[in-house]
């Protein structure tokens, strides 16, 4: 059997990190076993649908490396891949199971529904259409479907039961008198997800069906209809679902959810992708740290827990920190771009980034210890003095001390070794180091938190350092 895995989101505005995980988990799947990984745009529900979203999802995948064999953008045996062009086939399909009879017109109108369900309800009863138009003869049927609007639905078995062996989850049992007979056709001739996602699935030839957990409710539908066409049964593999740390289901209520913003928030894609691999799966090796190719080596579906997992940002913080730290300056340079002043010298950068590389766990935190590099800060006289722990006075004395040392150095002077030590020796009675570094450091930086001070006086130079300095003397001169 040659190994064909799909991936089959819906274009509803983001490409959900959910939905990436499944389609991680289908992509390593099929190259594991040398087979192929088909990306298919299910679009059907025109209600949830945004217009473009589906170049979002491309996109998501692309920056991941999560390549297709097959779908939308690049074609295929079994085009089109997205579900609203395919809508001849399945109405075919379901006038088809009309005839076998196993499936059948209803003609009952929304509030005729709604009553029934409230009744339902009411009893204590499960709410699940009662059999109404199922009872109709099909010449009675057949007649009434030419004049009045109705939809298609499949007769499920009363009797027995519908079971599977899932690949991660084992045996697996429904019994039928539980489930309903679930809508295929809508009246304006859509498929419902039932429909299309079984048809589909067959045509494409799917062998194996990994998908989350929250759809093993609808899986013996699939089965059952399955049945009904008379086709082969795929594989089905029911993954876990990623969690909040509160343990609730991931939401962007919660937690960020779209891999657009990971991207825009400087997560490098290699490392999302690492993060994602350790959900639900773990290492022969133990190891969190590895590449796309190695989880692929690594990867079968037995190694997959049942066990929810927790998608925590600030585990994969650290993750990414990881791989920033392994970049190479001059790559992570151009990865920076995004992320610094427009106009930035590639020269300032340089100098730059070996103050900040092992600091920063995202691209986007370069300019939270950067900024000041670019751009005159904004300098807080109330900071000024919580750091210096003198008077307005003393402190405006200290700072004009520490610009008349600046001005006595010389060009070959001007390093962070020998401004450091010249410092140093303005240190008195109760003026530590410490204070007077954190006083001048707020001077020039407009934070208590930068890189190394004295590094950070070097690249900005003596003029501009003893701009600032003035600037925040007169900020601290002219307050109340």
Excluded at 119 to 132: A, F
Excluded at 192 to 206: G, K, N, Q, S, W
Excluded at 329 to 348: E, W, Y
Excluded at 409 to 425: H, N, P, V, Y
Aim: net charge positive; aromatic share 10%.
């Amino acid at each position: 059997m040659r190994i064909r895995t799909r991936i089959a989101p819906s274009p509803t505005g983001i490409a959900h990190v959910g939905n990436m995980y499944t389609a991680l988990l289908n992509y390593a799947f099929a190259k594991s076993q040398e087979g192929k990984f088909i990306l298919r745009i299910e679009d059907t529900d025109r209600e949830r649908y945004v217009p473009g979203s589906e170049q979002v999802i491309f996109s998501a995948l692309r920056w991941l490396g999560i390549q297709i064999d097959e779908g939308p953008e690049i074609g295929g045996p079994y085009e089109p891949y997205t579900q609203s062009k395919r809508l001849p086939i399945y109405v075919s399909h379901a006038q088809a199971l009309v005839k076998k009879g196993k499936a059948y017109f209803c003609f009952c109108s929304p509030e005729r529904l709604a009553a029934m369900r409230k009744s339902q309800q009411q009893r204590g009863k499960l709410s699940m259409y009662d059999g109404t138009c199922r009872r109709l003869t099909a010449a009675e049927a057949k007649k009434r479907a030419g004049s009045e609007k109705h939809v298609v639905r499949l007769k499920v078995p009363k009797t027995g039961s519908t079971s599977w062996r899932d690949l991660i989850r084992g045996d697996i049992s429904f019994e039928n008198f539980g489930l309903d007979d679930q809508v295929l056709l809508k009246s304006d001739g859509f498929p419902t997800y039932h429909l299309a996602v079984v048809v589909d699935d067959h045509r494409m030839r799917i062998s194996h069906v990994i998908r989350a957990e929250e759809w093993i409710s609808s899986t013996p539908k699939h089965i059952l209809l399955f049945r009904a066409f008379g086709w082969k049964l795929p594989e089905f593999a029911h993954t876990p679902l990623l969690r909040n740390p509160d343990r609730s289901k991931l939401s962007k209520r919660k937690n960020p959810v779209s891999v657009v913003w990971y991207r825009e928030h400087g997560f490098l894609p290699q490392a999302l992708v690492n993060y994602l691999c350790l959900m639900g799966w773990s290492h022969p090796e133990g190891k969190e740290k590895f590449s796309l190719k190695e989880f692929i080596d690594n990867f079968s579906l037995e190694r997959i827990q049942t066990t929810q997992p927790i998608f925590d940002v600030e585990k994969l913080r650290w993750l990414n920190g990881l791989y920033i730290r392994e970049t190479k300056d001059q790559k992570l340079i151009g990865l920076l771009r995004p992320f610094v002043p427009k106009g930035a010298k590639a020269s300032m950068l340089r100098r730059i980034l070996p103050l900040i590389h092992d600091r920063i766990h995202t691209l986007e935190e370069f300019n939270d210890y950067a900024e000041f590099f670019f751009t005159k800060p904004q300098v807080d006289a109330k900071l000024l003095l919580k750091q210096s722990k003198h008077s307005q006075l003393e402190t405006l004395r200290k700072l004009k001390e520490f610009m008349a040392l600046l001005n006595t150095l010389q060009t070959g002077e001007f390093t962070a070794f020998k401004l450091e030590k010249r410092s140093r020796e303005l240190a008195e009675d109760e003026w530590t180091p410490k204070k007077l570094f954190m006083t001048v450091r707020v001077a020039i930086t407009g934070s208590t938190v930068s890189p190394p001070l004295f590094d950070s006086i070097h690249i900005l130079g003596k003029t501009e350092t003893i701009d600032r300095v003035k600037h925040a003397a007169t900020i601290l001169k002219t307050s109340s």
